[in-house]
């Protein structure tokens, strides 16, 4: 017998989980099907908690002790002898905060009364004629479940995309997942795609001693990042020994006792290089397999993606979609914002998302975090703007914590003030880019940034002097 809900939400990523939390707290009668699975058991929080974001900043902590350990001690006085990697150990650390996180939002979805079913969700058909309002959706896991409910979210989030001719095997040629894992450091990794998942797991691997080329399709490096802050970051890359290549077109990839690649470099030249793994990360691709989208009547773009409205609403009456399986940015605090939004407009309430002051973050070292504008898509559109940068090596925090690399750079209306882009290469960006995300929210000015006191001594006193150097009055350089 099928069990009745208000809200069945597919997916229990970071939109998926949110959106049911939200809905049940709107007083919704909520149930999420989510399929992954570590060892045969539930696995909450999608590729992000599982295979992204989650593992990976784990792992690149860990790879920067080690790099921190070998370089960086004896300048504080901290001498390190006889320095060893314990790969498994590292592995292993890795998998206990993924599995931490697992159950957390086992824990929340209890928490908040939502019923849970491990499988596969997807669309029985079109509601039937009698009721054109309930949607039944299948579970197919262990048990067989029949669900119904007038609103369904789809959070299916994505794939990584695969290189033509070259299949994920997992242990040649790696995507996001197997790149996690490797069971032993390689001698010489290839990643193609300089994107972020490509240098943070790049990254990663130099630091525990691989020799890493980055193979990259674009001209120019980091090209969604402002241009500036894309140079400096190139410069600082290449010195910690990432070799980055550009304008790089693949003609084959051969895995056989290694992995071959032969390709055009950016003058046109036939280039081969061999490799021990191979990281592939150009992109990612929406996951709608298996959601019997067609046969629903769901209507999907010419890029696979679910169409929806600026609401998140598909064609289908009662049916939602958001996250990495619709149009915008694969982020995971995309995905969350847009969970929040459709539970409170399914409930009759108002929500708005923001793209443009949604924030960007590439967790290398230095990080690299971004919201609004670049200097080029200003350019690019006619407006007028002032910049104004700082660099981190005149901020007394930063030179405590023996990083001065890069600088805040801010972006604001030539005629208003208004601030319309900040760009950060630096210690700790992540954390600093929420100032700049609030302050553009809220429609603030340069000059409003200018005259908040900031603590002394902190990373974000940079943020006060790119806002000072707006209008050419730092103070401290």
Known sequence: MAKTYDLIVIGGGPGGYIAAIRGAQLGMKTACVDEWNSGGKPALGGTC???????????????????????????HGILVNGLGLDLPTMLGRKNKIVKQNNDGIGFLLKKNKIDFFHGRGSFAGPPSAGDTKVWEI??????????????????????????????????????????????????????????????EMGSVWRRLGAEVTVLEALPVFLGAVDEQIAKEAAKIFSRQGL???????????????????DY??????????TFDKLIIS?????????????????????RGFIAVDDECHTNLPGVWAIGDVVRGPMLAHKAEEEGVAVAERIAGRHAHVNF?????????????????QTEQQLKADGVEYRSGTFPFMANGRARALGDTTGMVKMLADAKTDRILGVHIIGPMASELIAEAVVAMEFGASSEDIALICHAHPSLSESMKEAALAVDKRTLNI
Not at 60 to 65: A, D, I, K, W
Not at 164 to 179: C, Q, T, V
Not at 243 to 261: D, E, S
Request: glycine share 10%; charged share 15%.
């Open 49 to 75: 908690t599982n295979v992204g974001c989650i593992p990976s900043k784990a792992l690149l902590q860990s790879s920067e002790n080690f790099e921190h350990a070998a370089h960086k001690f004896a300048e």
């Open 138 to 199: 299948k579970v197919a896991g262990k048990s067989e479940e029949t669900l119904h409910a007038g609103n369904v979210v789809i959070a299916t989030g994505s794939n990584a995309r695969a290189l033509p001719g070259s299949k994920f095997d997992e242990k040649l040629i790696l995507s996001n997942s197997g790149a996690l894992a490797i069971s032993d450091v390689p001698k010489r990794l290839g990643v193609i795609g300089a994107g972020v998942i490509g240098l």
């Open 243 to 261: 070799a980055i290549h550009t304008g790089v077109r693949i003609a084959k990839v051969t895995a056989k006792n290694g992995v071959v690649v």
């Open 264 to 273: 055009s470099d950016a003058n046109g030249a036939q280039q081969s290089a």
């Open 282 to 302: 150009i992109g990612r691709t929406p996951n709608t397999v298996g959601l019997n989208a067609v046969e629903a009547g769901l209507v999907l773009d010419e």
């Open 356 to 372: 443009n002051t949604i924030p960007w973050v590439i967790y290398t070292s230095p990080e690299i975090a971004w919201v609004g």
